[in-house]
Structures are given as structure tokens and as C-alpha cells.
């Protein structure tokens, strides 16, 4: 009964073990764990071998307990020994110790690949014999017997899920930020994109005191420079570190900050993150300008933005309007939203489940739904969300009042 329990609990413990916790223990060098890796190698070996010691010692048993009921009872015996032997099988060699070892594979397991790793091999003729008829039966059936390294690596979304069952181990924010990194790869550079509307550049076609005004009030290290307009003639990025010394200098000229400006680098919109980061490290560069298929810029991305998406708002934030001073919380419990912030960032950070399958934008989602700019106070749904147009302009929503649905009550008619 002790071999039979010793050969089910080794089973259940075997198959029961973290894969990950046991590559951990391997690469810490854990004697135990190497033992069980290279036998885990060939699953079917290892059952082989435990099946063939689990049964042999089953059958002993009752041989045995026949034997000693026949001397002491008869055949009348047989029958009653039989009954017994059940039970007690059942009970001391299969579900106590396999229960056992379910709770606490890895006390079981390491031990016992001690036992079994020199038992396979004084037993392996007799087990490879067992796994031929086997695997040739299972043949039968178009069961191709192989061993898979990578039975037990996850996807991206069971990842996820385990990164968010990790609720006791990891803070908040760092799931938070392992979450964000599995997403960089379905998020593209538009998705998190300063609109070209918002890019903070300057127009040298204006007073050379002006623009150095405008360089010396600048909220950022890198500023576009453009003669007309972004899309007619972009001259390039100025680094106002380098351009530091320059600019204390009485003599300073336009043609002394044209020199020393970096040519734009231009990026696709459809650009993943997890492209551009390496991009980024690649090209050393901490902007890029993002184009649509027809060559028109669409907006600016910086390095910071895109960190961003992986451990939140930084402190010194890369956009000219920080969301929450866009957003507005009412009393009743509605928001006030400025329609031109991204949908990601209000789901993100007020942690909303607005569809970010189309448009970036609220005013994109609303102009998308409806098929044309509403007039003010126009009232849409989307999912599980209520949107008023509270402010517009000529072209384009301004603002919304965001509040959550609920069934309307019908009240019926009686008759007294």
C-alpha cells in the first residue's frame, strides 16, 4: 500500500507542478527539479514507468490478500478479500495520496524523481515495450505521440489573464504597466499621437524677436520649425539644449537656428508601439512626425508619449493639454469632456469601456456614429453611455456631457 500510494501521488504531483516555477527551480540549480525536467522531457516514459510500478504492485497486493483469505477462510474468501482490498486501494493508494499531492506537488514530486529516474532505467526495456504498444495503438486513431517543447507557453491574452489573477504577488500599478506592454503591440502610434492641430511649432516667416519669444516661453526641449505652414515646408526639429548657447548670444540670427535644426524623422500612423520603441532606441530619436498613406502629417509623437503608455502620466506631461483639466466631474456624477481627447486615455484613467475599434476621438466617435456634425444639445448613445453635445463649432464637436444609461421606468396606465 505504501509502493501503491508512493506511485499515485508521484503521478498527480508530476502533472500537477507550475512549469514556470519548475524552470525557476532549474535554473537555480534545484537537484530535484532537474530530475523532474528531464523525466517531464518524455511524458510518456514517466508514466510508463510509474503505471507499470502502480500496477505490479496493485496486482501483488491481491495476490497476496487472496493467498492469506483462501488459508484463513476459503474460497469463500476470494469474494470478501476482493471487496477489501478495493477499498482499501482506493482509499490509502489512489485518492489520499493523490489528493496529497495535488495540494502539495512540489514536496512529492522532487523526492520522488530520486526513486523514479534510477527505476526508469533498470526498467526501461520493459517500459519502452509497454509505450510501442501504446503509441502504436493511439497511431490507430491519428494520435501523432510527439514531444513538445512548448506545450505550456501562453499567448498574449492568456498572459494577460494570469497577469491579472496575480493579484496578491503584483501592486496594482505594476500590472498595470506589464498590461500596457503586452498591449504595444495592438496599439498603434496614431493611437497615442499629438493631433497635428495641438503640435506646439513655430513659423519663421514671423519677427525674428517673436520667435525668439515663443523659443524662450517653449514648454518643450524639441520644437518643430516650419515656414507657412506644417504640411508646405517643415525646415525641421530644434533642440533647445543645443540651441541654448546660441541663444544667449547678442548676435544670434535665423540662419544661426536654421543650421543647427535635425531634419524630421517621419513615421507611418499604422506603426505599432513595440516597433517604434525600437525604433526610437534604433535611430536614436525622441520625436517622430506620423503621415498618413498619402504623405500628410497627421501629428507628433515623442518618446515620452509612448512611455507613457507603459507606466502612466509622467510628471512633466508631453501635451499641451493635460486630460485632466479637460475633464470635468459633476455632481450628479456625469463628466464634462473636451470632444478632441483620445478615447484610450479617458478609458485608461476613468476607467471607461468606450469601443476603440474606430475613431480616436469623442468628436470622431459621435461624427462616425451619426453620419454628420450634430446641433447643439443632440443627445447619442453608445453602449452603455449617453453623450450631449454641449459646445460646437463650425467643423467639429468641442465638448460633451458624458453620463451612463439607464433603462427608462414605464409607468402603465390603470383604471380606477
Known sequence: MILSGMFSSSETSMMALNRYRLKHKVKSGHKGAILVSKLLEKPDRLLGVILLGNNFVNILASSIATIIAMKLIGEAGIALAAGLLTMVILVFGEVAPKTLAALYPEKIAYPAAFILTPLLKILLPLVWLVNFFANNFLRLFRVKVQHHQDGHSLSPEELQTLINEATSQLPAHYRSMLSSVLQLESVTVEDVMVPKQDIFAIDLEQPFEEILKQLQKSPYTRVPLYRGSLDEELIG?????????????????????????????????????????????????????????????????????????????????????????????????????????????????????????????????????????????????VDDYVFEVTKISKNAIEQVKLSFYTEPKIRHATHD
Do not use: H, W
Not at 271 to 289: D, E, P
Not at 319 to 339: N, R, S, Y
Open 237 to 381: 526639429i530644434l533642440n533647445l539644449r543645443r540651441a541654448l548657447p546660441l541663444l544667449m548670444r547678442a548676435d544670434v540670427s535665423l540662419k544661426d537656428l536654421v543650421k543647427i535644426t535635425r531634419p524630421a524623422y517621419f513615421i507611418p500612423e499604422t506603426t505599432s508601439l513595440s516597433v517604434q520603441l525600437g525604433k526610437f532606441n534604433q535611430k536614436k530619436r525622441r520625436m517622430a512626425l506620423i503621415v498618413d498613406e498619402y504623405g500628410d502629417l497627421q501629428g507628433l509623437l515623442t518618446m515620452e508619449d509612448l512611455l507613457e503608455e507603459i507606466v502612466g502620466k509622467l510628471s512633466t506631461d508631453s501635451k499641451a493639454k493635460p486630460i485632466i483639466e479637460t475633464v470635468e466631474m459633476l455632481e450628479d456624477g456625469c463628466m464634462l469632456i473636451d470632444a478632441s481627447e483620445f478615447i484610450r486615455d479617458l478609458n485608461k484613467l476613468y476607467e471607461l469601456d468606450l469601443p476603440t475599434d474606430g475613431p480616436k476621438t469623442i468628436n470622431g466617435l459621435i461624427q462616425e456614429t451619426l453620419e454628420f456634425i450634430p446641433p447643439l444639445g443632440t443627445c447619442i448613445k
